[in-house]
């Protein structure tokens, strides 16, 4: 009696251990059943009527389908660092803020996919010269261990002492960023691979951005 059978396995291997019920008498307290009768089912005591409704619920070909043991924890979780808009000493990555309380955590298979989450900060942006994809005070990951430049993406890029989030053209001999804002800031900022007069560096590709929808 196939039915039957599913359903009493399926009760059995919810309960135990580090499973959804520990006992019994927590199942039946959450389906606001008398403990006993969660038993009877496990000892296979059930009365007539459950069988029938097995034989017909056989003929027909149902099965049933317990749900899969949720097995995400806070463990498959990380949370991203708060970094600062200001590079550390070197001048290659941002400054985390010690200071700040961490603001997202994200599911870690997602951030293998996207690069290497051990690189990645949460950078505030200020400025709508990303608008509207990317809004004055909305948050971006960073990802620092994609400094290469590949045309279209956008990144994190320090000039001076500022941090800058734009996109990335190339032209022979220099790199363009641009702001997806034409109204603000109509002309490409222009950085020379060869001068040594231009201050800056990549910091990382920006790989997610979280706003408010209000």
Request: net charge negative; hydrophobic share 40%.
């Amino acid at each position: 009696m196939g039915f039957y059978n599913d359903l009493v396995e399926g009760l059995r291997n919810m309960i135990g251990p580090n499973r959804k019920y520990a006992n019994p008498t927590q199942m039946a307290k959450a389906c606001e059943v008398a403990p006993n009768q969660i038993l009877r089912y496990i000892k296979q005591e059930r009365g007539k009527h459950i069988q029938v409704l097995a034989r017909v619920l056989d003929e027909i070909g149902a099965r049933i389908i317990f749900p899969e043991e949720n097995t995400e924890n806070v463990n498959d979780f990380r949370k991203a660092p708060r970094a600062l808009a200001r590079a550390e000493q070197d001048g290659k990555n941002l400054n985390i803020d010690n200071e700040a309380q961490d603001l997202l955590a994200f599911n870690i298979n997602w951030m293998s996919e996207k690069g290497d989450p051990d690189s990645m900060k949460l950078l505030t942006v200020t400025g709508d010269a990303m608008a509207p994809r990317i809004e004055d005070g909305n948050h971006v990951l960073v990802d620092e261990s994609q400094k290469d430049f590949f045309e279209g993406r956008i990144y994190a890029v320090r000039i001076d002492e500022e941090i800058l989030v734009r996109r990335v053209a190339r032209e022979p001999g220099r790199i363009l960023l641009l702001s997806d804002n034409q109204g603000i800031s109509p002309g490409p900022i222009i950085l020379e691979s060869n001068n040594a007069a231009h201050n800056w560096a990549p910091i990382g590709r920006v790989v997610f951005v979280a706003k408010d929808l209000l």
